[in-house]
Structure formats: structure tokens, C-alpha cells
């Protein structure tokens, strides 16, 4: 069996780093808010381009604990419409509607999945107060345009950066295009922890003051609590893992984007609709970091069977759109059709820094020989 994702395989390759870092974090007697959380901040912040970096529990959090310090920052007021991807995982706008603002769904470009910036120019109005632009699948969305947006419009922008990590465009990496990004370190992600991390990116130091109070009680100094925060903190474990997975990061993108382009120039079959992205065709200006090799096809459960069938895992990202999900019965009525085809036509190949050149052919292989 072809495994989506071997993430035993992909420690495996740091295996002695990773002991070293986890015996110096044991040793330490200091668990959290210490050096490693500290270091790795200064050098995620280094490798993203901005000020400031701040750890937390996970990515959900980073993109809850923006919109909430925004909040408390009075640049945002409870029902403030957010715009947001119609088409993303659940935890950009879950980030959103815990924070009592309104997400505002766009559909999004058909060809690249991201946000359409035109569908974003309609759906302003005086409520609008954000953005929240999500790099899906590991490919910046369309940021100088929805930064002009932005600008034109007063607006803060908020990036997902939870799929993008070492992702760019003109040379600026995701986590450094908006006012701040969320960053999720979820063990399956292209810079993944051994559990769960996560982290705020931002060159605001106001914002990234708050983000922090917010996420330990609130407390800037011990004792003092300034707001009514919550205990969202990245520990000194993660940090110190995260801080040699850090170091490979580029090394493991560079892998990917080889199987990427293998699986592009490999696989024709008029079935199967390659990703569309940006820097395997023309514009060299933006880098994809492949975090999913997301293919379209019409009949998903046939294409599914077949590559089972050849002993392939693959998965679907993503099955059921947000507008169509139980937590958000009430939006069941909205209509997006780009958003409903994308979702039932989507389908992941395997795509890992660590998959042989075999799995790889052997996939392109089975993608070859599927009849609808
Ligand atoms: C994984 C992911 C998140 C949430 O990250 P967690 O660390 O699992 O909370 C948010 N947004 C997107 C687009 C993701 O893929």
C-alpha cells in the first residue's frame, strides 16, 4: 500500500535531532514559555520575514486569537462581516464565528481554489471589516490583488497559512502578506509538530503584544490579568521539535514540488484535471509548496476505487464544504456552485517528502490506466 502520508517515516529521517532536542527539553526542567518556545519564535519569525511570532496551542487558535485581539484592539466590533473562502477546512471560519463576527463565504477562482478576488470586490459592503485569505492546498492565494482590496477598503487581512508554510509570491513568503497570519504545525502539515503547535505571525507589535496577554489568561505580567484570555500556549516539546523540523522545511518542499511536477508531466488522462498552479506554468514569481496534489474528476468514487484498487491511499479535501455542514445549519440555503463542484469532484494523491521515485511513477501509472 501507497500511504498518503507516512509521517513515521518522515520523523524517521531526524530521528537522532529529535531525541537530542526532546533529552535537552526533558533536562531543562522547564516545560513552558522558556528558551526553545522563544528560539523557535525568533527563527520562524526570521524564516517568514516578519517582526514578531507568536507560539500557541494550535492553528485554530492563531486564527481565533487574531480576530479576538482585533477585537480587543477596537478594530473590530462583534457582527462585523469578515469575508472569507467559501471552499477552506472548517477552522477559518470557525476562527471567525467564535469571535461573533459574520463570515461572509466567496466562491473561489476554479482554477487555482483559491478566493476569487472579483467575488470579493461584490461581496463588500459597510459591514466589511476583513479578510481572511486562505493559502489552500499550499498555494498563496491572489494577495497583491486582495491587498489592494485591503487598502482601498480599510480592511485587515488575516491570512491561513495553515497549508503554505515556505509558500511565496513576488518573493514575499505566506505569513508575511497580511496584517497578520495563523499557522497551524498539526503533525500532517508541511512544518509539523509531533502534536499539536501552532503560531501567530505578524509585524505589528501591538497585535502580537495582545496575542500574547490573550493567549496566557489574559496576563501580560503574572498575576495581572489585562483581558478575559485563555491558555492557548506552544510548549517547549513542540518548540524544540518544531525548531529541527524547521531546518529540513525547505529541503521537504523542494521534494515535493519535484513529485509535483513528476505527477504533472507524468500523468494524461483527459479524466483527470491536473492543479492548475502558477509557477509550473508561467509566472516564476510565486512558489507553491504542495502541501496537497489536489486532482478534479467527474466520477470521484470510480477514480477512487480504481487507484485503491492499486493498492494507493488517497484522500478528499475536502468532502463537505462549511455552508453544507451540521454546525452551520442555517447556511444550508446559501448557493455555491463553485464551492459544491469543487467538493465533490476534489481528490489528494499521495504527495510526501518522502515517497521512493517508485510510488511515485506507480501512481502516475495508476492515474493512467483509470477508465471513467
Ligand atoms: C489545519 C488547518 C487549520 C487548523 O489547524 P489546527 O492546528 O489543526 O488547529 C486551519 N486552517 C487550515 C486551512 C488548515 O488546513
Redesign the pocket.
Known amino acids: 500500500m501507497i500511504s498518503f502520508l507516512d509521517l513515521k517515516a518522515i520523523n524517521a529521517q531526524y530521528r537522532d535531532e529529535l531525541v537530542a532536542a526532546a533529552t535537552r527539553v526533558i533536562d531543562s526542567g522547564w516545560y513552558i514559555h522558556g528558551t526553545e518556545v522563544k528560539s523557535f519564535e525568533q527563527e520562524f519569525a526570521a524564516y517568514c520575514g516578519t517582526e514578531h511570532c507568536i507560539g500557541v496551542a ?6 481565533t486569537l487574531v480576530l479576538r485581539a482585533w477585537k480587543e484592539l477596537g478594530k473590530l466590533n462583534e457582527g462585523d462581516e469578515v469575508i472569507v473562502p467559501a471552499n ?2 472548517i ?2 471560519i470557525l476562527a471567525i464565528t467564535e469571535n461573533r463576527l459574520k463570515p461572509v463565504l466567496v466562491e473561489p477562482d476554479p482554477q487555482s481554489y483559491n478566493i476569487d478576488p472579483a467575488n470579493i470586490r461584490v461581496a463588500l459592503t459597510e459591514k466589511t471589516k476583513a479578510i481572511v485569505a ?3 492546498y499550499g498555494q498563496l492565494a491572489a494577495m497583491p490583488e486582495i491587498m489592494a482590496i485591503a487598502e482601498e477598503h480599510n480592511l485587515l487581512v488575516l491570512e ?1 497559512s ?2 503554505a508554510h515556505g509558500a511565496e509570491a513576488n518573493g514575499k513568503k505566506s505569513g508575511n502578506w497580511g496584517n497578520a497570519s ?1 499557522f ?3 503533525p500532517g ?1 508541511n512544518l509539523g509538530a509531533l502534536g ?3 503560531a501567530v505571525t505578524t509585524s505589528n507589535a501591538e497585535l502580537a503584544q495582545t496575542i500574547r496577554a490573550l493567549g496566557n489568561y489574559g496576563s501580560e505580567r503574572k498575576y495581572e490579568n489585562l483581558y478575559q484570555g485563555v491558555n492557548s500556549r506552544l510548549d517547549e516539546m513542540q518548540a524544540a521539535l518544531l525548531r529541527v523540523k524547521l531546518k529540513h522545511l525547505d529541503s521537504e518542499t523542494l521534494r515535493r514540488r519535484e513529485i509535483a511536477t513528476t505527477y504533472a508531466l507524468g500523468i494524461n488522462n483527459p479524466e483527470i484535471q491536473l492543479p492548475v498552479s502558477a509557477d509550473v506554468s508561467a509566472n516564476a514569481l510565486s512558489y507553491h509548496a504542495f ?1 496537497l496534489f489536489v486532482v478534479r474528476t467527474h466520477n470521484r468514487i470510480a477514480l477512487q476505487q480504481h487507484l485503491l484498487d492499486a493498492g494507493i491511499q488517497i484522500m478528499i479535501h475536502y468532502p463537505v464544504p462549511p455552508h453544507q455542514q451540521q454546525a452551520y445549519q442555517n447556511w444550508r440555503s446559501q448557493s455555491l456552485p463553485v464551492t459544491e463542484a469543487i467538493h465533490n469532484e476534489v481528490l489528494s494523491l499521495p504527495i510526501s517528502p518522502v515517497m521512493p521515485v517508485a510510488q511515485v511513477q506507480q501512481v502516475i501509472a495508476a492515474c493512467n490506466s483509470y477508465q471513467a
Open positions: 494550535n492553528g485554530l487558535d492563531a486564527l477552506t477546512y477552522a477559518s486562505v493559502h489552500l491561513d495553515a497549508q495563523g497551524s504545525f498539526y502539515k499539536d503547535a501552532g502541501h
